[in-house]
Nanobody
């Protein structure tokens, strides 16, 4: 059984940085594309970032491009989302997901999901 677990959420001031981590167990992590999505109340799930199995392809949502960086360490079964220049609009629950196919902007292509971690940007 594949388990996806996010960590690293919390409260940060506008302009600050935060790094989220995601650990995957019970599956072939090095074969999965990984993705980050976020959700705020009343809104649909929003694509944040996605990375291919070998880190050769990285994609970002328009609202985070240039501020967020996705990376992975296959030897540790982890993927990381470095978030810089945070804004109050980045406040959301962030979800990590694994896909048996390639990287994607669309949640429907992801097979395994974590429970989410809250990120709050506020002064």
């Amino acid at each position: 059984q594949v388990q996806v677990t996010e960590s690293g959420g919390g409260l940060v001031q506008p302009g600050g940085s935060l790094a989220l981590s995601c650990a995957v167990s019970g599956g072939a992590f090095s074969r999965y594309a990984m993705g980050w999505f976020r959700r705020t109340p009343g809104k649909d799930r929003e694509f944040v970032a996605s990375i291919s199995w070998n880190s050769g392809t990285r994609m970002y949502g328009d609202s985070v491009k240039g501020r967020f960086t996705v990376s992975r360490e296959n030897a540790k079964n982890t993927v990381r989302l470095q978030m810089d220049g945070l804004d109050v609009e980045d406040t959301a629950v962030y979800y990590c997901a694994a896909a048996r196919g390639g990287p994607s902007r669309y949640p429907r292509y992801f097979d395994y999901w974590g429970q989410g971690t809250q990120v709050t940007v506020s002064s």
